[in-house]
């Protein structure tokens, strides 16, 4: 028998082996070290793109809202309604400085009792709304005006254009606010005050010195700060009787 069949040779070190079988896997897996680091490196490049892309998503909402904003605008701007137009615009004029709220509020501080406080809370809430709006709201944003000649806003419609930022809208901010407060403590009133309240927030779009989103912007403000009028009058009255 010759040498050559008297032993047979097996496979060499590494003969028949898969490439890359030689890396280390993790125990019980199969999974290959190398690929792990590279998902891991993947997946922290991931993490560090959402907030760009949650920023770029906010900007695109923002963009869509704006150009829904101006069309609504643009919408009320090109209808035709001469049968409003004297009225609401009276109704924006006669809003400036919350006169009518202040009116209103005169009016029920002659009677005792919950139409007082409505009246003080009412008054309350304006001032809120009205600092909030001005002094921070405003200045924040920043928004200009529309531009009322381009919309092609009746000149029938006009009210003096308020060279203050556009975003939110105090007129509107000021009758919720009232509206809100002196409802909640005199419910009889809530209706008809909403209703005047809804109208002066119209007004301003009609008129053409306010986007509809200003004026949506300023109802909630409004809403907020007539029921924070409401809480500093209820922490004012538990403290007198409390003193009492």
Known sequence: ??????YETGPGPGAGAEPGAGRDAEPGTGRDAGADAGADAAARVRLRDRPRAAVFTARAVLHDLRA?????????????????????????????????????????????????????????AIAIASATANLFGKRLVRRRRPDREAARVVVGRHVPMPESASFPSGHTA?????????????????????????????????????????????????????????AVGASLMRARRQAS
Request: net charge neutral.
């Open 68 to 124: 829904v904003d101006g069309a609504l605008y643009a919408a009320v701007a090109a209808t035709p309604t001469p049968a409003l137009d004297v009225g609401l615009r009276r109704l924006s004029h006669a809003a400036d400085h919350s006169k009518i709220s202040f009116a209103v509020a005169a009016g029920l501080a002659l009677l005792p009792g919950r139409p007082r406080r409505a009246a003080a809370a009412g008054v309350g």
């Open 174 to 230: 000021s009758a919720v606010a009232f509206a809100t407060a002196a409802g909640v403590v005199l419910p009889p009133v809530a209706v008809p005050l909403g209703l005047l309240a809804s109208a002066v927030g119209y007004s301003r779009v009609h008129t053409g010195v306010h986007y509809p989103g200003d004026v949506a912007a300023g109802a909630v403000l409004g809403l907020a700060s007539g029921a924070a009028s409401l």
């Open 1 to 6: 028998m010759s040498d050559e069949n008297m």
